[in-house]
């Protein structure tokens, strides 16, 4: 860390309606938003910026939690863990075949998932049509957030034909399901469709995603197909507006 952080940048006084924490806050989105930090975006200790802003560390951890919360920061525990800021938004091509973790990577982010639930159940009417198969029919029903650099950044929900992928869930889950797909069971999507609209988070939704109640979400629901027009996959996955940003290809006549 520079010895520019290091310069006294102690917090008056709040003025009428305005609190200690709202002016230390103010300051960290300052430093997260300046040059200030080091390439790895590490951020001084809790006791460092208790000292910097002359507040208690008790501010100091109430203020990182709510930029942790809006995904602004994020901790990493260990011998080299500390608090950094993340990156900007992440793009996600929803043309891209290859899957969000391989987008990821190619931008510079640490792809993770985290698997909420992983179960066999009968297909819905809405799922049954996607996939063209019997209501009824089992499919494995999988929903992941997933993570970039550890920020929670989306939350999916995929259900796949268990005639056509027997013994998934007996599978890593955590990565890429795309490259599962093609390695363990030889199938490859080569088309899909994808319908776009923006909605609000519910309260599951917002609790799973570390976000609040009505906060913006862009919806993504999508059918894969394989290159004999069989539907391999039907997905309806909510990406947070804050943290990430959809980009869609449109290509001319040749």
Request: hydrophobic letters at 45%; a negative charge.
């Amino acid at each position: 860390m520079g010895d520019h952080l290091d310069e006294p940048d102690r917090v008056t006084l709040p003025g009428r309606g305005t609190s200690t924490r709202s002016l230390v806050e103010q300051r960290l989105r300052a430093l997260l938003s300046s040059d200030r930090l080091d390439s790895d975006g590490r951020l001084p200790t809790e006791r460092e910026l208790a000292g910097m802003y002359g507040v208690s560390r008790t501010t100091v951890r109430q203020v990182l939690d709510g930029l942790e919360h809006a995904g602004l920061i994020r901790r990493r525990r260990g011998r080299t863990g500390g608090t950094f800021a993340t990156r900007g938004r992440a793009d996600t091509d929803v043309g891209d075949l290859a899957g969000v973790p391989s987008c990821l990577r190619a931008q510079g982010f640490r792809a993770g998932a985290h698997v909420v639930s992983a179960r066999m159940v009968p297909a819905d009417a809405a799922t049954a049509d996607a996939l063209r198969i019997p209501a009824g029919a089992l499919v494995h029903d999988l929903i992941r957030v997933r993570l970039a650099d550890e920020a929670r950044i989306s939350l999916e929900h995929a259900r796949f034909p268990v005639a056509l992928f027997p013994d998934l869930l007996g599978e890593r889950l955590d990565d890429s399901i795309d490259q599962l797909m093609a390695q363990r069971y030889g199938l490859r999507a080569v088309k899909a469709v994808e319908r776009l609209v923006a909605v609000l988070a519910d309260a599951g939704q917002a609790a799973l995603l570390g976000i609040e109640i009505g906060d913006p979400l862009m919806a993504i629901e999508r059918i894969a197909y394989d290159g004999a027009d069989q539907p391999l996959e039907y997905s309806t996955d909510l990406f947070r507006g804050d943290l990430t940003r959809v980009i869609a290809w449109a290509h001319g006549a040749v």
